[in-house]
């Protein structure tokens, strides 16, 4: 089983600003089959990246992913308000579908 | 729209067995286009995937829960279902129901989930 480790566990920013997220596989996760999804308190998550860097429809483009092999990242560049909340990571290269425990973006 | 929607009982025995089901609208579960997945996430928790289910009725499990769980699709009524046997107290969580598609060439992204039901485990 592939283990996804985020980090940091909470990141606090102000809007405006930039949050780089990391996602960091136990072993290589294969044809860059990892996804990123945005979760809101009391809501489903919420699709936003594929295949580490490609943007799910109607992701807006101030998201944007990065990465290969073990290493992963996503980065929202000029942080509005709607998008303070919880961001996990998940490979689906390799059964099973794993997913990180989640980095909190919360408002300094 | 492409809709997904839980249903079941919110409170389940421990020792006995958890049953869920998921409709959808929007699209065709018959049309082979998308596996069906359920995920579980405990309360202040992360997420947890279960297992998938295709239309020709295919699965795939978790294996961590594999001795347990069972997926099955109706294809007449656009639904597929969710058992999961023997539960205890550790099974609590919102269950959610999601639309698993290809991208790329790998299934595996969820584009569309249902809003989730809490079922707990509880005498």
């Known amino acids: 089983e592939i283990v996804l480790t985020q980090s940091p566990g909470t990141l606090s920013l102000s809007p405006g600003e930039s949050a780089t997220l990391s996602c960091r596989a136990s072993q290589s996760v294969f044809s860059r089959s990892l996804a990123w999804y945005q979760q809101k308190p009391g809501q489903a998550p919420r699709f936003l990246i594929y295949g580490a860097f490609n943007r799910a429809t109607g992701t807006p483009d101030r998201f944007s992913g990065t990465g290969s092999g073990t290493d992963f990242t996503l980065t929202i560049s000029g942080l509005e308000p709607e998008d303070f909340a919880v961001y996990y990571c998940?490979?689906?290269?390799?059964?099973?579908?794993?997913f990180g425990q989640g980095t909190k973006v919360e408002i300094k | 729209q492409v809709q997904l929607q839980e249903s079941g009982p919110g409170l389940v025995k421990p020792s006995q067995t958890l049953s869920l089901t998921c409709t959808v609208s929007g699209d065709s579960i018959s049309s082979g286009g998308s596996f069906w997945s359920w995920i579980r996430q405990p309360a202040g928790g992360g997420l947890e995937w279960i297992g998938r289910?295709?239309?020709?009725?295919?699965?795939t499990y978790n294996p961590s829960l594999t001795s347990r769980v069972s997926m099955s699709v109706d294809t007449s009524k656009n639904q597929f279902s969710l058992t999961l046997n023997s539960v205890t107290a550790a099974d609590t969580a919102v269950y959610y129901c999601?639309?698993?598609?290809?991208?790329?060439?790998?299934?595996?992204?969820?584009?569309?989930w249902g809003q989730g039901i809490l079922v707990t485990v509880s005498s």
């Open positions: 289910i295709y239309t020709s009725g295919t699965t």
């Open positions: 998940q490979q689906y290269g390799s059964f099973p579908w794993t």
């Open positions: 999601a639309r698993s598609i290809m991208l790329l060439g790998v299934v595996g992204s969820s584009d569309y």
